[in-house]
Nanobody
Framework: QAQLVESGGGLVQAGGSLRLSCATS????????MGWYRQAPGAQRELVATISSGGTINYADSVKGRFTISRDNAKNTVYLQMNGLKPEDTAVYYCNVRRGSMWNRLEYGYWGQGTQVTVSS
């Protein structure tokens, strides 16, 4: 069925930038909604940004103005451009695809394996 593979994570200094990618297969990408979540050690998984099939975008307050979510339907890929990174952005970042928009429900949709982002101070 659906497969999602995140990439682009790494170690970066505070103030730096990273671009995460989530490549999908086994779905009709253009008909689905996409989201980025993150989870720090010992913390709950939190929603970072979403982009709907129609292009509607939402961000968590903590990343607004610094992160940009986008999608390329021709490549079946969603991106997260992260600028002005802070140590508190350190987490494993996960991609999620779903047909609905109940983003608080972590049991819905399909998940990738995650990619580690570490921001040093």
């Amino acid at each position: 069925q659906a497969q999602l593979v995140e990439s682009g994570g790494g170690l970066v200094q505070a103030g730096g930038s990273l671009r995460l990618s989530c490549a999908t297969s086994g779905i009709i990408f253009s008909l689905n909604n996409m989201g980025w979540y993150r989870q720090a050690p010992g913390a709950q998984r939190e929603l970072v940004a979403t982009i709907s099939s129609g292009g509607t975008i939402n961000y968590a307050d903590s990343v607004k103005g610094r992160f940009t979510i986008s999608r390329d339907n021709a490549k079946n890929t969603v991106y997260l451009q992260m600028n002005g990174l802070k140590p508190e952005d350190t987490a494993v970042y996960y991609c999620n695809v779903r047909r609905g928009s109940m983003w608080n429900r972590l049991e819905y949709g399909y998940w990738g394996q995650g990619t580690q982002v570490t921001v040093s101070s």
